[in-house]
């Protein structure tokens, strides 16, 4: 993680905890004296286009309650897409009489103390949840149908089972016939893009997670002075962010010229061929994974900046494999960069 004009500062670890990374963005602020740009406490609830290429702004200022309105040259639409979970619609699902949460409001596993938990899905969050869960619950249920076998290590009190059939009052039922009782099932099944304060007129279109029309992922294709950062996904964040970032300010900057919008299109339309041909579905147009430094290079050569180090993707690399393989001791890994190649475990 870290940003090339703000490294974090040297570590005896490798992994940092959620109030270390707060604490890193912190000093990034004070660095470069940001808070005094930014307004806080404001809602967005409407971005509309004006017809000069401007942006109207309308927010509410939380403390006073007043609306605002406000004109923009730009717009960059940084909202991230982990805040709309995604329910899945399960037989019997409303005869449930336990608890339904889904990952996103987990925050402590000291409810679940003693219970018999179901979870479903097998992404990051679900191999997390499962083994944070289990350290107080009588026992957990893993529900999942990923292509390959889960070969972590899990407590004793942990199972893995097929997907679920139904859903009864008590019990669910899985498609291999078995049936379980349960206190509390934990969704952990993906979020949705979501941009409630776009209005129609900026005509941005999501379908099951498929933004359109956007440019390398992130400029709007008809109206360039609207950005999305952050878009891709299954890459090295911080450092993609980043990038993202620096290519848009150079557009804006006019030192980097867009092509124009039919080459966008056909751009774009052989980028979504390519996946669609790999067998990818449209939740995953946005997915990076073993493409993502061909993309880091193609924004870098573009607008002239320093590409992501290859290290940084094989180090991420690494990480998701030993979090799928050790998820109980992965973060006990160390490692040392050695240059923009290679990298050594430390122990």
């Not at 037989?91 to 409810?111: A, E």
């Not at 992501?308 to 998701?320: A, Q």
Request: a neutral charge.
């Amino acid at each position: 993680m870290g940003f090339p004009d703000f490294p974090i500062p040297e570590q005896q670890k490798s992994y940092l905890s959620q109030a270390e990374i707060l604490h890193f963005l912190n000093l990034y602020a004070d660095h470069f004296d940001i808070r005094k740009l930014i307004k806080f406490s404001h809602h967005v609830t409407d971005i509309s286009p004006l017809d000069n290429g401007k942006w109207k702004i309308t927010a509410i200022n939380k403390p006073t309650k007043e609306e605002v309105t406000s004109i923009f040259d730009a717009v960059m639409i940084c909202n991230g897409h982990y805040n709309q979970p995604i329910y899945p619609k399960l037989p019997g699902q409303n005869k449930f009489k336990g608890r339904q949460l889904h990952s996103h409001h987990y925050r402590s596993p000291d409810p679940f103390k003693g219970n018999n938990v179901l979870v479903i899905g097998a992404g990051p969050s679900g191999l997390e949840l499962t083994l944070k869960i289990s350290d107080v619950a009588e026992k957990v249920v893993l529900s999942h149908h990923s292509k390959e076998p889960i070969t972590t290590k899990y407590p004793s009190n942990v199972e893995l089972k097929p997907d679920v059939r139904c859903i009864r009052e008590k019990e669910v039922e899985f498609i291999d016939g078995t049936c379980c009782c349960f206190d509390a099932i934990f969704y952990c099944t993906g979020y949705e893009y979501s941009f409630p304060f776009l209005n129609k007129s900026c005509g941005i279109t999501v379908d099951d997670n498929h933004i359109q029309p956007l440019y390398k992922h992130m400029i709007h294709m008809m109206k360039p002075t609207m950005c999305f950062i952050g878009i891709p996904f299954n890459v090295c964040a911080f450092q993609m962010f980043d990038l993202q970032a620096r290519f848009y300010v150079k557009y804006l900057d006019g030192d980097l010229k867009l092509p124009s919008e039919e080459e966008m299109r056909e751009d774009t339309e052989k980028d979504m061929q390519l996946r669609w041909e790999k067998g990818y579905n449209k939740r995953q147009a946005h997915m990076m994974g073993p493409g993502q430094r061909s993309y880091y290079n193609d924004l870098a050569t573009m607008a002239n900046l320093i590409p992501i180090d290859p290290v940084i993707v094989k180090l991420r690399d690494e990480s998701v494999k030993r979090l799928h393989t050790d998820l109980m001791t992965f973060r006990e890994d160390r490692y040392k960069i050695v240059d923009k190649e290679t990298f050594v475990k430390v122990y």
